[in-house]
């Protein structure tokens, strides 16, 4: 097997890390201001980022398109070549998962989260899939959001209306499939500009909550992990989190069994 295969693989690894960061919902009328905590998703592995105040401020990016970006490479499916049914879910989240999963997203103590998007055979087929679940693309330099991009047609627009989403945001800064746009923010906003994706605040709400859950019903707490393991895999049209091993903070990596319908989750979070 050639290099190419496993650096591949390494490169479609996720890892979401802490940033504390405020910024403005940018809202009609007065502008509430929000605590986000900024995460690093980026495709590497790379080091966790370190939690640091920031303050994220609007700014007005004209409405343009971009070139045809270039053709992205397919990647074959690691391990799970089929979209998996949906009648496999087998991991409720119900209210109080929500509502304990967002008091942990505004303290800002829950575990990295390290998930492989590998199933997926390209990073826009991805992001996509993420992007019918209702997250959103944003560019951001020098710790502020300068506007939102559609990473299909490279649209450049404002980025309004972030309150519903969460302060989890991923960056996706290695991945060799959104190279091509990255560089065009970077031409268009500065060197500093990268872009990032938020996902709404129900899902991590209801991802937080019910792993929490889990740990404590087997006798842990989620302060005792550093980093939950997992990857995504498609479901039809949508995609679901399968989370298989915690990394404790006394080095052991442990089984985690869990697997979540994200559009489920999302449901049920526009229902509480």
Known sequence: MTSRGPALRWG???VVGTWAVAFFALQAGPDPTLALEEAAETVA?????FEEAVELARAEPPRETLPEPEPEPERAPEAEPEARPRHEIATPVIAGDLRSGDALLGG?????LSCSYSSFPSFRAYARAMSALGARFVVVQHREIVGGVDVETGLVRDASGLAAFSPRARDYTSEPGLS??????????????VVMMLVPRSVDAGLFGRIARFLEERGEHH?????IRGRYER???GILLRVESGLRRDG???AIDLLFDLA???DAGARA
């Open 12 to 14: 479609s690894r996720a």
């Open 45 to 49: 592995r790379v080091r966790p980022v």
């Open 108 to 112: 800002g103590n829950f575990p990295v």
């Open 180 to 193: 091509f746009l990255a560089r065009a923010m970077r031409d268009r906003f500065g060197a500093a500009a």
């Open 223 to 227: 302060q005792d992990y550093r980093e």
């Open 235 to 237: 479901s039809g049209s």
């Open 252 to 254: 052991r990596e442990v």
């Open 264 to 266: 489920d989750i999302a």
